[in-house]
């Protein structure tokens, strides 16, 4: 396992963007698949977006496809989740997760051994 630190949340209005970051420590995270979540008041936690442990594919929610983008910068051990085009209904808890070589299933949080601490993100006008 590692341990994450989400960082970049905050009060955005409609139409703005973000860069939310999750950094690991513990261990070399380029041979680490990397999800986005969230979690709204009231709701269960949600996939956003994930990457696999080679990089080279991605995957997103309908609901925020063209919108978000997820990367990494291995150099630096850090994951990004950039969001632009805000919308209310993005608001919620940000989450970032990782599993040591995982390449399916990455949409569901079952998969991931280790989280952060989630970062909050409001998006109101």
């Known amino acids: 396992q590692v341990q994450l630190v989400e960082a970049g949340g905050g009060l955005m209005q409609p139409g703005d963007s973000l860069r939310l970051s999750c950094t690991a420590s513990?261990?070399?995270?380029?041979?680490?698949?990397m999800a986005w979540f969230r979690q709204a008041p009231g709701k269960e936690r949600e996939f956003v977006a994930a990457m696999n442990w080679i990089g080279g594919s991605l995957y997103y929610a309908d609901s925020v496809k063209g919108r978000f983008t997820i990367s990494r910068d291995d150099d630096r051990n850090t994951g990004y989740l950039q969001l632009n085009n805000l919308k209310p209904e993005d608001t919620g808890v940000y989450y970032c997760?990782?599993?040591?070589?995982?390449?399916?299933?990455?949409?569901?949080?079952?998969?991931?051994?280790?989280w952060g601490q989630g970062t909050q993100v409001t998006v109101s006008s």
């Open positions: 513990g261990r070399t995270f380029s041979s680490y698949a």
């Open positions: 997760a990782t599993r040591r070589y995982a390449y399916k299933n990455l949409d569901q949080p079952t998969t991931y051994d280790s």
